[in-house]
């Protein structure tokens, strides 16, 4: 059973996935560019926990002892002992591979190394690897927010070994999540579906169909989703669902091309809850009510 898991990135994604892998009972590292930066992710989940404690998703105990186990360090040698490193840095396939490399000279050979990638292929990532390394590294895509979305995809590459894939769908379980285990293609499973209902939905704002804010409580009341696409957007970063259009797009052909909305959202700067305007405008994490892209 692992007992030991490192965290590469401290981002929204990859701080949460440390979370919960710390509210299963592990050993979390938790590294990023700077100690700073991954110190203020502790911070950003001491203010989750506070969050979920009130409305009761976490107890006093279980919050205190998950932080009690989660440790930030300074660099990436510090994870010679970790059973699993799983690498959640932004949607970028040669910032990627440099982070495959060095774990490569760092990690003991039995150690599991997987890429939170929500687009990429796993097998084309493992191509950063020594070929012996390969059959110990698959990809595990989870859903923001981590903290409180069960599912993640499971999704091996061209060499990843069948008692591999077991053995982290086991691990998943174990932290309370429900695997699903997804073929290796690019978006996988779950992005496909999500991007083309992201684009259909910015068509219809596009052709003054409907507003934004009316596409999204159509959502939520007509089809029972917890938010609306734009929402949805706004949460996980405008430029991160343009930069994974484009990869579908690439793969896919014209049926994933971005629409120009979201293109002129992005590059005006408007990319999301976190930097205070996306969709909607935001101040102090809250969204402005009557203030949406037009």
Known sequence: MIGKVGVVGAGMMGSEIALVYALGGMSVLLCDQSPERARAAIDRLKDLLAKGIEKGRFTQDSAAQALARLQVCNDLDAYGDRELVVEA???NAETKGTIFKRLANILPTSSTIATNTS????????GNLPEERRARFLGTHFFSPVSRMPLVEVIPGMDTSPEVVHEMIEVLTGIGKSPIHVKDVVGFAVNR???????EAIRLVEEGVATIEDIDKACKLGLGHPVG??????VTATDLALDVQ????TNYGERFM???LL???V???YRGRKQGRGWYSYENGKRVPSRSVR
């Open 119 to 126: 687009s990429i292929s796993i097998t084309v990532l493992s």
């Open 89 to 91: 840095v932004f949607e």
């Open 193 to 199: 579906m999500l991007h083309i209902f992201f684009l």
């Open 267 to 269: 590059l005006a700067g």
């Open 229 to 234: 696409p734009f929402e949805l957007m706004d």
């Open 263 to 265: 293109r002129s959202l």
């Open 258 to 260: 971005p629409r120009q």
């Open 246 to 249: 484009e990869i579908l797009r």
